[in-house]
C-alpha cells in the first residue's frame, strides 16, 4: 500500500468513526483527534515528497477536474457565451452567466479538454486572440450588470499564432488585465491546473487569487526557461525548481491569497471532492468580498497589484 | 546589437561585441563599414541601407527631448533578486553586468523633460538591459513615473523596447503586467494622456499590458510588434511567417498603431501628437 492508499484507509475510518458517534451519541473525539493527527502527518509527508517538477506533471494531466465538466459541476446552471462580436470565437477560452448556489454570477474558465480529439479543438486550452477579446466581451456584459466575475485558469499560455498575432492578441490580454481592475464587483481567480504565462494573467487580476494545491502559476513553462537561460530544455527540473511556481511558494511570494487542498494523490482522484474544495472556497471568498462597499474593494483591489513585489509592499 | 531583415524580410539579431567601443562599426544589414561618430549623427540609422540599429535609452532620451531638459527621476529602491534565481550564472551577477555595460539601474530610464517645449513625464526602455525586460524594479519605475505625471498634470509617453518579462523574477514579474496597468488605470481616470512608442523590440508581457493600452501608439519604423517571438511561433505551431509579418507597417494594417514613422522624424511626431493632446498654454 502507497501512501496515498494508506491515506485514503485512514481517512475513511476517521469518517466511519464520526460516523458512529453521531448515530449512537458516543464521545470518540479522543480516537478522531488521533486519527486526524495522522492524516495531517501523512498527508504533509506526500505532498512534501512532491518535487516542484513533480506538481507541474501533475498541474498538466489530461483528467485534472477542469474545463466544462469542471464548470457544470461547480455550478447550478450555466449558460455560455460565444464569440467576441468582431470576428469569433474560441474553444480554448469559455465563459457565460451561471448560477451558484442560488447567486448569479458570471465565469471565465480555459477549456483543455480530456480526450485527445478534445485536446486538440481546443489547442491544448491554448486561447487565441478571440478567445481574449471575448472574455473581455464577458468581462463588459458583467460589469454592466453588476455580476461577480469568477474565473478558473487551466492553461499553458496563450496562443503563439500567426492569426493570433494579426487579430492583435497583445491588446487582447492588456485589455483583460484592464477591463478585470475596473469591474465593479468582486472579481475572483481560482488557479486549477497549470497558469501559463500572459494567457493566465488576463484572467487573474482578481481581488483574491485562490490555487489549488497542486496547481502551478509562472511566468514562463519550466521547459522555456530552461531552453533560453540554459540553453537546453533539460534543465526544466531545475527551471522549475528557480521559478518558484509552486502553490506554497506562490502563497509565500503573495502572488496567491490561499491554497485549496487536494486530495493526496491529486485533484484527479477524487473530482467531486475538488469541486466541493473550490465551490467551498469560492463561495467564502465572494461572500467576504461582497460584503465590502464598491469603492473599498476597488481600493483593495488597487492596492493588492500596485505593490506586488515592490519594497514596502507588505503594507 | 545591429538588427536586419533576411531575405523573408525577418528580423534577425546579430550579436556584435561592443565594448570598448570601436571607431568603425560595420552595419550586418548592408556591410557598410560605417564611423562611429557618423552612425550617432544619424541616430543609429545605417546611413547606406536605412538598417535600424538599437537605441540605448540615454540615446533615445536625447534624440526625443529638447536639450538639457530631461531630468532623471530618483530611482525606486526595490526588492533584488526576489527569489534567488540562478541559472548558468545568477541573476544578481546578470544585473550586475547588465548595470555596467549600460550605465543604468535597471531595463528603463524615467523622467521629466520638455518635448519641443511641451512638458511631459517620459519613459524609455533599453534592450541591452536583460532585453528590455520588466522585472519588479522595472515596473515600479514605470508606476512611478506614472504616478509623477499625474501628480504634475503632464502626459505620460513611454518609448518600448522590451522582449517580455524578467523570466528570473518568476510570477512576480509576470504581475507586473498587473500592476502597470493599475497604475495605468489611475492616469486614465485623472484623464492624463499617455502616448506608447513601440520600437525594435515590443514584445511579450510588455506590449500584453502597458504597451498595448496607450491613448494613441506610435510604432518606429523598423519595429518588431508582437505578443509572441517569431521563432516562437514557428516552432510552437510550424506556420509560415507572412512577408512583413510583426513589422510597424503589419501593426499598422491591423490596427494596432496610429503611425508609422521614421527614427529621424520621431521627435517632431511626438510633438505633434502632443500638442493635441495638450491645451495652449
Ligand atoms: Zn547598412
Redesign the pocket.
Known amino acids: 500500500m502507497n501512501e496515498a492508499e494508506r491515506l485514503k484507509v485512514l481517512e475513511e475510518k476517521a469518517a466511519e468513526l464520526r460516523r458512529l458517534a453521531e448515530e449512537n451519541g458516543l464521545d470518540l473525539s479522543a480516537e478522531i483527534a488521533v486519527l486526524e493527527q495522522k492524516i495531517a502527518e501523512l498527508r504533509r509527508a506526500i505532498q512534501e515528497g512532491l518535487s516542484p517538477w513533480g506538481r507541474v506533471q501533475l498541474a498538466r494531466r489530461p483528467d485534472r477536474p477542469s474545463g466544462l465538466p469542471f464548470v457544470q459541476a461547480l455550478c447550478d446552471s450555466f449558460y455560455e457565451l460565444r464569440g467576441d462580436r468582431i470576428v469569433g470565437d474560441d474553444p480554448a477560452l469559455r465563459g457565460g452567466f451561471a448560477k451558484l448556489k442560488g447567486k448569479r454570477i458570471a465565469i471565465l474558465f480555459h477549456q483543455r479538454g480530456a480526450t485527445p480529439e478534445e485536446q486538440r479543438q481546443a489547442r491544448f486550452g491554448m486561447a487565441s486572440a478571440q478567445g481574449y477579446w471575448k472574455a473581455r466581451r464577458i468581462m463588459k456584459v458583467a460589469a454592466r450588470l453588476r455580476l461577480p466575475l469568477l474565473t478558473l485558469i487551466n492553461t499553458p499560455g496563450a496562443y503563439p499564432g500567426v492569426q493570433a498575432e494579426a487579430h492583435n492578441i497583445a491588446g487582447a490580454i492588456a485589455a483583460c488585465i484592464w477591463q478585470m481592475l475596473q469591474h465593479p464587483a468582486p472579481t475572483l481567480a481560482v488557479i486549477l491546473g497549470e497558469g501559463g504565462s500572459g494567457g493566465a494573467v488576463a484572467l487573474a487580476a482578481a481581488d483574491r487569487v485562490l490555487i489549488l494545491e497542486n496547481a502551478t502559476y509562472s511566468v514562463i513553462s519550466p521547459e522555456g526557461a530552461a531552453s533560453i537561460l540554459w540553453k537546453d530544455a533539460k534543465f526544466a527540473e531545475k527551471a522549475a525548481e528557480n521559478l518558484k511556481l509552486t502553490a506554497q511558494e506562490l502563497l509565500a511570494l503573495g502572488a496567491v491569497d490561499e491554497v485549496i487542498p487536494e486530495a493526496p494523490g491529486g485533484a484527479h482522484t477524487d473530482f467531486q471532492g475538488t469541486v466541493e474544495a473550490v465551490r467551498g472556497a469560492v463561495l467564502r471568498h465572494l461572500s467576504e468580498l461582497s460584503a465590502l462597499p464598491l469603492d473599498e474593494l476597488l481600493r483593495l483591489r488597487y492596492k493588492r497589484y500596485r505593490h506586488v513585489g515592490s519594497a514596502g509592499g507588505a503594507d | 546589437m ?1 538588427i ?1 531583415r533576411d531575405k523573408r524580410d525577418r528580423y534577425v539579431e546579430i550579436e556584435v561585441s561592443t565594448p570598448p567601443e570601436p571607431l568603425w562599426v560595420r ?6 563599414l ?1 564611423f562611429r561618430q557618423k552612425l550617432q549623427e544619424n541616430q543609429y540609422v ?6 535600424y540599429f538599437f537605441l540605448s535609452a540615454q540615446d533615445r532620451v536625447a534624440s526625443l527631448v529638447d536639450g538639457g531638459s530631461f531630468v532623471e527621476l530618483p530611482p525606486p529602491q526595490v526588492v533584488e533578486d526576489p527569489l534567488g534565481f540562478s541559472d548558468q550564472v545568477s541573476y544578481k551577477e546578470r544585473l550586475g553586468r547588465a548595470r555596467a555595460e549600460t550605465g543604468l539601474s535597471e531595463a528603463v530610464l524615467a523622467g521629466t523633460a520638455n518635448v519641443q517645449g511641451i512638458p511631459v513625464v517620459l519613459a524609455v526602455m533599453d534592450f541591452r538591459f536583460i532585453g528590455g525586460s520588466m522585472g519588479v524594479g522595472v515596473g515600479e519605475i514605470l508606476c512611478q513615473a506614472m504616478e509623477h505625471a499625474l501628480q504634475e498634470g503632464k502626459p505620460f509617453v513611454l518609448v518600448v523596447s522590451s522582449g517580455g518579462a524578467r523570466v528570473q523574477e518568476g510570477v512576480l514579474s509576470l504581475l507586473q503586467m498587473v500592476k502597470v496597468v493599475a497604475a495605468r488605470e489611475a492616469l486614465a481616470r485623472a484623464g492624463i494622456p499617455y502616448i506608447a512608442i513601440l520600437t525594435y523590440p515590443s514584445t511579450g508581457g510588455v506590449l500584453a499590458s502597458i504597451g498595448s493600452i496607450a491613448d494613441l501608439t506610435i510604432a518606429e519604423e523598423g519595429a518588431l510588434i508582437g505578443f509572441a517571438g517569431p521563432r516562437v511561433i514557428e516552432q510552437t505551431t510550424g506556420e509560415r511567417l507572412p512577408p512583413g509579418f510583426q513589422t510597424a507597417k503589419f501593426a499598422l494594417e491591423h490596427g494596432m498603431v496610429d503611425a508609422v514613422v521614421p527614427r529621424a522624424k520621431l521627435r517632431e511626431e511626438l510633438a505633434r501628437a502632443l500638442s493635441v493632446l495638450v491645451d495652449e498654454r
Do not use: L, N, Q
Open positions: 545591429p536586419r552595419c550586418e544589414s548592408c556591410g557598410e560605417i545605417c546611413p547606406r541601407c536605412g538598417a
